[in-house]
């Protein structure tokens, strides 16, 4: 049995667990799920005889360590039946332990198995990629394959498989710029990294509170702000989620398509898991519990698009939420004074989530684009697939409508000067292109009396000579 793969169980739990993992295995039946061919026991020694020439997942991967488009390639249809595989088992039983990530030498299909054992701790993205495998061959055939068969979406899909996930608490006093490439350093704190660039034209959609768990009485005012009752809102969660307009894929592909020409740009050839995309942040607000019996007064929440300070950037008002005992919310309770009528404390906490690439991925992409025909130094991929473009900060507009805002909104208090760029883009702008008008008003006074000087001496040395 040469196409066969042999799990031996040793130890004083060895027979309990071989035969709670043959019951499961002899439960399911699925193409991508390990099938027992046979079993034994002989002398307090336990094995499993699987069909298939298996191999571990890192080590199959290991083989094509020096291809990055055959890595993303594999990592693009493995993620595919990884998730078919684990949706087949949720569907027939709960099995509450790692998986085991196999890969059939022979075929190169992925295998789960189901004991806990071994547990591998691998990252799939939660949405299919490729649906197919490509033919078997030779690698050099398989990368020629690989770039013939894919569309320049699909590569971009099997490299978002490759990514590093940023999630982090970041501070509330924190402005977030969504779509917008971060130098951001993975033992860095976010508020010490920089804005690089972002796209001009990409507005974040609009967002409703999501309230985790529904009180008795809910109450829109007129100025857009949420009312709660006091006495129904201890210990309540109230979320905010700002994505970029665009999903997960959409966004990353829109990256991708132009990574190569933004690093060729701003001189960066190294620590490329430095460089962040960022994706969505989340503002989120706690209420303590109650330490007293219910309460009259009343818990306001500001309007979502308080914390809009830009196109697409994003931080929290300085009044989102407050208490009261005025039922319209005019009469705002300090803290100091909430606190000392028994009314819960607010908790804001804020979360940003991010993507970021090490050197092979973005080798891998300059390798795939050259294939298509694209110049990877170029936005050629991005146009091509009709995406916006990243700018560089000397080729942002300055006169974009959102440059100065005041925000009125009665619940905030506070006028606000908002900015589309980060203070990095905007420290590094030519400050006389933000003054431009004003200038040229004075430009043009100034050139009215130099031209009447000029008629002066003029007139001057003509009535000279005549005279």
Request: with cysteine; aromatic share 12%; net charge negative.
């Amino acid at each position: 049995m040469s196409d066969t793969t042999v799990a031996v169980y040793e130890g004083d739990t060895a027979e309990e667990e071989w035969r709670r993992d043959i019951a499961k295995y002899m439960a399911v039946r699925h193409p991508h799920i390990l099938q027992v061919c046979v079993v034994a026991s002989s002398g307090g020694i336990h094995a499993t005889l699987f069909h298939g020439d298996l191999i571990p997942y890192n080590h199959f991967l290991d083989l094509y360590q020096h291809s990055p488009i055959l890595t993303a390639y594999i990592y693009g249809y493995t993620t595919t039946q990884y998730l078919r595989a684990v949706s087949y088992i949720n569907s027939i039983q709960s099995i509450d332990t790692p998986y085991n990530v196999w890969i059939r030498r022979s075929s190169g299909l992925l295998c789960l198995g189901i004991s806990p054992r071994y547990p591998e701790h691998l990252w799939f993205p939660g949405e299919e990629i490729l649906g197919e495998l490509l033919p078997n061959t030779s690698i050099t055939d398989q990368e020629v394959m690989v770039t013939h068969h894919l569309s320049l979406r699909q590569y971009h899909d099997c490299c978002r498989a490759l990514s590093l996930v940023r999630h982090e608490s970041i501070s509330t006093s924190a402005t977030v710029t969504l779509a917008a490439l971060m130098q951001w350093p993975m033992q860095d704190r976010f508020e010490t990294s920089h804005d690089l660039i972002c796209i001009q034209d990409v507005e974040a959609i609009d967002v409703k509170w999501k309230i985790f768990y529904l009180p008795g009485n809910i109450d829109i005012m007129a100025n857009g702000s949420i009312r709660f009752k006091a006495a129904e809102v201890s210990k309540q969660r109230f979320g905010l989620y700002f994505p970029t307009p665009e999903d997960v894929r959409l966004s990353i592909s829109m990256w991708l398509s132009q990574a190569n020409h933004i690093f060729h740009r701003l001189q960066i050839f190294g620590n490329y898991t430095d460089y962040v995309m960022l994706h969505n942040v989340h503002f989120e607000i706690k209420i303590s519990p109650a330490a007293e019996a219910p309460l009259s007064g009343y818990l306001f929440l500001c309007p979502p698009s308080a914390f809009r300070v830009g196109s697409s950037s994003f931080r929290w008002p300085e009044y989102p939420a407050y208490w009261s005992s005025d039922p319209l919310g005019v009469e705002r309770l300090t803290t100091e004074e909430a606190t000392d009528l028994g009314f819960p404390l607010i908790q804001l906490t804020t979360e940003v989530r991010g993507y970021s690439w090490d050197a092979g991925v973005y080798t891998g992409l300059r390798q795939f684009h050259t294939a298509k025909g694209f110049d990877p130094d170029s936005q050629d991929v991005a146009l091509h697939l009709g995406y916006p473009l990243y700018k560089l900060p000397n080729e942002m507009e300055t006169d974009v409508p959102f440059a100065h805002i005041v925000d009125d909104n009665p619940l905030t208090g506070v006028s606000v000067e908002n900015v589309l760029l980060s203070e990095v883009i905007l420290e590094s702008t030519d400050s006389s292109n933000l003054f431009e008008p004003s200038m040229s008003r004075g430009f043009e006074v100034i050139s009215s009396i130099q031209v009447v000087l000029i008629l002066f001496l003029v007139l001057s040395q003509v009535y000279e000579t005549v005279g």
